[in-house]
């Protein structure tokens, strides 16, 4: 009976930790979007993006950089420049 509890509570500790963990992944990958978008928005700012071929380069740019497909690039990017 006391074995089974001790299980039951290292369980719930390694949920915790699972838990922890993957905020931790969450909070990395948000950080590194927002640094994407920045640096995104600070080109925008200074007027490098100018036509359809920067706009494609910088969605494969934030491909490569955040490892997402070519749908959520777009948001990214457009969530940057508003």
Excluded: H, P, W
Aim: hydrophobic share 40%.
């Amino acid at each position: 009976m006391k074995q089974t509890k001790i299980n039951n509570t290292s369980n719930g500790v390694n949920k915790k930790k699972d838990l922890n963990m993957k905020a931790i992944k969450v909070t990395a990958k948000l950080a590194k979007t927002r640094m994407v978008q920045d640096f995104i928005l600070a080109d925008f700012v200074k007027g490098l993006i100018n036509n359809k071929s920067d706009v494609d380069m910088y969605i494969q740019l934030i491909m490569k950089k955040l490892g997402v497909d070519n749908n959520k690039a777009c948001e990214i990017f457009r969530n940057a420049i508003r």
